[in-house]
């Protein structure tokens, strides 16, 4: 597929990006991607062009199911990794915007928008996770299905637009809970251990039954569309073998990004490369 190998070509740029980030000239517009994840906070710089200039993450637990739980812990962290860029990069981040879990409430969308400005950009856009994925997907047709740390958002998308959008609980925070459980440890031990791909193999039986219950939810979710492919991207979609378990459950032909965890933050910056695209459509920024 032509457009998935122009994704992993755009996110492999930015992976380099993040070990090496660009100098830019200071008369150059950037435009900046804040992904609030469960498990990770990650920010992504892009020029006007949508090119990759910069990034960087850290592993927080600030956001729980698409809400903020600890607003100075993820404003703290924001601000951290913004510096970080901006130091590396010897500009300043001026514009930005963030995504949300499919369905999210508009209070807990503007207490986003309120961590961004507090960390001192203007917030141009607010876009759901799978949307802001297809950014760099391209699908024309099909499903993007978002596994984030605490839900699964599926995007039905025909002709290139997205035509429906759902959200339930379940994604690798399960997966963590699950391992924490079977193996007697703590979360964030069963976190660092789901995390090596060398343990994949072993953990898949444990794991197993929680993609398959994804894979019911991504099913329910495309129940009434024409949909022949899905788009898996988020960290959860990292773990080996979900791809093959949700193609199993669901009977559908499953694609996987060469890294599915960096392609929404990516998508989250390139909704801003034109100034108003769709701060106006997503009705949050009234």
Request: charged share 20%; with cysteine.
């Amino acid at each position: 597929m032509q457009h998935l190998q122009r994704a992993n070509e755009l996110v492999k740029i930015f992976e380099d990006r993040i070990a090496s980030p660009l100098t830019i000239n200071k008369n150059q517009k950037l435009y900046t991607g804040v992904d609030l994840g469960t498990a990770y906070i990650v920010i992504a710089v892009v020029d006007k062009n949508g090119s990759p200039v910069a990034g960087a993450m850290q592993f927080a637990q600030v956001v729980k199911d698409g809400l903020v739980v600890d607003y100075i812990g993820a404003l703290d962290i924001v601000k951290k990794l913004k510096a970080q860029i901006e130091t590396s990069i010897g500009r300043e981040l001026e514009l930005a915007a963030a995504a949300y879990p499919p369905g999210t409430e508009k209070g807990i969308q503007k207490t986003m928008t309120y961590i961004i400005e507090g960390a001192g950009m203007e917030v141009k856009n607010m876009i759901d996770e799978p949307s802001a994925a297809n950014n760099v997907l391209n699908v024309k047709d099909g499903a993007v299905v978002d596994i984030g740390g605490g839900t699964t958002g599926t995007a039905i998308i025909k002709n290139g637009k997205v035509i429906h959008i759902d959200d339930e609980p379940t994604g690798g925070t399960h997966l963590s809970l699950v391992i924490a459980g079977s193996y007697n440890i703590d979360f964030q031990e069963a976190e660092k251990i789901k995390k090596d791909p060398a343990r994949h193999e072993e953990l898949l039986p444990i794991v197993k039954p929680v993609m398959k219950k994804i894979g019911s939810i991504v099913r329910n979710h495309i129940t009434n569309y024409d949909v022949d492919t899905i788009y898996l991207v988020g960290g959860s979609s990292c773990f080996k073998g979900i791809n093959k378990v949700i193609e199993k459950e669901v009977g559908l032909q499953v694609c996987l990004p060469a890294n599915p965890f960096l392609v929404t933050p990516l998508g989250i910056a390139l909704s801003v490369t034109v100034e108003g695209s769709a701060a106006e459509k997503s009705g949050v920024m009234e």
